[in-house]
């Protein structure tokens, strides 16, 4: 398994880390108290506050990301591109990602934009090449 494809697998696997942080953080509390409740987890996240309702943003917006990285390291790859470059660009991406949740927890916003920014930036470079444009 090549580096970028390692990567994937890290991207589909960081959100639902992001998340059983949260939910982790109310272990031994029993449900009418707050504590995780895995008969409604949803509802349970909803009613989240602070860090820990950041927390489930940062997953969805995880999730979000998700299909974009893994079509531009399957295209790269498809295409041929240089693996060495993709795998290098995959590893930025997830470099991002961990930044990017990271102030998602802080609640630094402003920032975090930028570094979503440059997350998407990434991806789009991934497969940049493949695409066969006129000018």
């Known amino acids: 398994m090549s580096i ?18 949260a939910k982790a953080a109310t272990a031994g509390k029993r449900r009418s108290e707050g504590g995780y409740d895995n008969n409604h987890p949803r509802d349970w996240a909803a009613k989240q506050t602070g860090w820990k309702a950041r927390a489930a943003a940062a997953q ?3 999730f979000e990301a998700l299909p974009l990285f893994v079509f531009a390291v399957l295209a ?28 998602y927890f802080a609640n630094i916003a402003a920032l975090r934009s930028v570094v979503w920014f440059i997350g998407l930036g990434l991806t789009v470079a991934i497969f940049a090449p493949t695409l066969k444009l006129p000018f």
């Open 76 to 103: 790269a790859q498809l295409a041929g591109l240089d693996q060495a470059r993709t795998d290098m660009l995959a590893m930025a991406f997830i470099g991002a990602r961990l930044v990017y949740t990271g102030l």
């Open 60 to 62: 969805n917006n995880g």
């Open 4 to 21: 970028a494809n390692t990567c994937v697998l890290i991207a589909a696997i960081l959100p639902i880390l992001t998340m059983g942080m």
